[in-house]
């Protein structure tokens, strides 16, 4: 039990009273306040004691592990930064030296955020701009299907947790009504045939404001549902809901998710354009395969596709 549980009444409470209830020192209580006030809270201190007047939205890890209700497997640490120049760069350049994964890195603001391609991504404030390290027992080409179940884990939340009609575009980005919501971009270290870290990093259009040029490719929570979106809240269920799915695929593998991924894709059966890097493909949509690739019905055959962009629907 930490101080911010104890003022989430939003009551007045007096520093001995607080020291009392969590058997802390006064001086320990006075650091906790000191540091919820540097991470957004806002903290009345009067004679009467400490009350917590605004709690804005809030990215830590106290207001995490508040938001969820059951224990999160997978999750191990947050770093929580205001201002970062990519949650993605952080990650990776750390990953090494951290033996377990869960740990994410998150940021209110991104100054360097980059999506797939190293295309720029957007990540003013509002917006929830995370990366999170996993170490899984896969092969180097077997982690393109990890980046699969977490587009599917995100369509579920938005589905599931806030009644939003979202699709997938393959192979992971998140579409609302064919505007783009949330992207998710996979960098690995590998050798040979392990891969020593995935970090998969999540940029999910919350509150923030769209700018200008991105307003009829991409949409955010926050306007779909026409109110404030709690990013601790959204991503305690994102981890809860990846949490479920990423054990499921440690147990029973990739199979089990493919009718679900197909089910959910756009342009399904279309006739679509895929650009790989090399070449254009072009051929109707049969959707992914049992090992995450992406079936194209062309004029020379079926041909299987594992990396690309769609860029024609
Ligand atoms: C894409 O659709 O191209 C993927 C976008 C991924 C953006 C996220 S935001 C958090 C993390 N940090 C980054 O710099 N990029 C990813």
Known sequence: MKVLNLL?????LSGKNLAEALSISR???HKQINTLKRNGYVIESSPKGYKLCAKDDVLSEQELLLAVKKPLGIFKKLLYYKKINSTQTKLKTIADAVAREGVIVCADV???GYGRMKREWSSSNGGLWFSMLLKPALRPDEVSKLALI???ALNRVFKQKYGVK???KWPNDILFKGRKASGILVDMSAEQDIVNWVVAGIGINVNNVLPKELKNISVSLGEILNKFVGRAQLL???LCVFDEIYAAFKKSGFKIFVKEYNDNIVFINESIKIDTGFDIIEGVNLGI?????????TPKGLEKITAGT???G
């Open 166 to 168: 979202t699709n997938i």
């Open 27 to 29: 001086a320990a209580v």
């Open 8 to 12: 989430s009444d939003k009551k007045y």
């Open 110 to 112: 991104q100054t360097g």
């Open 289 to 297: 395969d049992g090992d995450g690739k992406l079936i194209l019905k």
């Open 310 to 312: 769609v860029v024609k």
């Open 236 to 238: 305690a269920q994102f």
């Open 150 to 152: 977490i587009s599917l």
